[in-house]
T-cell receptor, first 118, second 109 residues
Framework: NAGVTQTPKFRILKIGQSMTLQCTQD?????MYWYRQDPGMGLKLIYY???????DKGEVPNGYNVSRSTTEDFPLRLELAAPSQTSVYFC?????????????????FGSGTRLTVV | KNEVEQSPQNLTAQEGEFITINCSYS?????LHWLQQHPGGGIVSLFM???GKKKHGRLIATINIQEKHSSLHITASHPRDSAVYIC???????????FGEGTQLTVNP
């Protein structure tokens, strides 16, 4: 299994440009997340999805959009790139967000996308 | 105040030393995760804890639910252990993780 695949790994955007960060998982996980990581800061949740067709905002959603048309794919869209969106972006997935009996499931992270907006 | 606090922020050790990284949290949780992030690399899940203690090779993770505290120990540290170690909690109210800021560990040969 490939796990969680993110593309691209690196990207430089000019202010005002748009782009889509791709995230695909092949583990049939229900829950998927987009995080950003700024230097010296903990990861912050941008958007998340609990299943196909369902998305919700996280802590820092402004300037981003997502969609979840299939279980596998969870793309993150930047419409008008701004320097404040320079960051490293991580996608993650987990089989279920809830507790099932005494079992708790682990998260799988993608390798990250390093985005610079100039 | 952050809901998840890690200490220390930076830690430098000599190869072979016993290392402890601490995580304190102020919310009710259903699970606590320890993650490892290598320079320029992705994030790997090391442990997921809801009680007690887990061991994997030279890594040991403990959690004290009453004290809202967890520790990650590395025995016989090695330069390849150099990485950022991140504590994250899943609150009892949902599926989302709240992250600490990470501990940068450098192990010198």
């Amino acid at each position: 299994n490939a796990g969680v695949t993110q593309t691209p790994k690196f990207r430089i955007l000019k202010i005002g440009q748009s782009m889509t960060l791709q995230c695909t998982q092949d583990m049939n996980h229900n829950y998927m997340y987009w995080y950003r990581q700024d230097p010296g800061m903990g990861l912050k949740l941008i958007y998340y999805s609990v299943g196909a067709g369902i998305t919700d905002k996280g802590e820092v959603p402004n300037g981003y959009n997502v969609s979840r048309s299939t279980t596998e794919d969870f793309p993150l869209r930047l419409e008008l790139a701004a320097p404040s969106q320079t960051s490293v972006y991580f996608c993650a997935s987990v089989p279920t967000g809830g507790r099932r009996g005494s079992e708790l499931y682990g998260y799988t992270f993608g390798s990250g996308t390093r985005l610079t907006v100039v | 105040k952050n809901e998840v606090e890690q200490s220390p922020q930076n830690l430098t050790a000599q190869e072979g030393e016993f290392i402890t990284i601490n995580c304190s949290y102020s919310v009710g949780i259903s699970a606590l995760h320890w993650l490892q992030q290598h320079p320029g690399g992705g994030i790997v899940s090391l442990f997921m804890l809801s009680s007690g203690k887990k061991k994997h090779g030279r890594l040991i993770a403990t959690i004290n639910i009453q004290e809202k505290h967890s520790s990650l120990h590395i025995t016989a540290s090695h330069p390849r252990d150099s990485a950022v170690y991140i504590c994250a909690v899943r609150k009892t109210s949902g599926s989302r993780l709240t992250f600490g800021e990470g501990t940068q560990l450098t192990v010198n040969p």
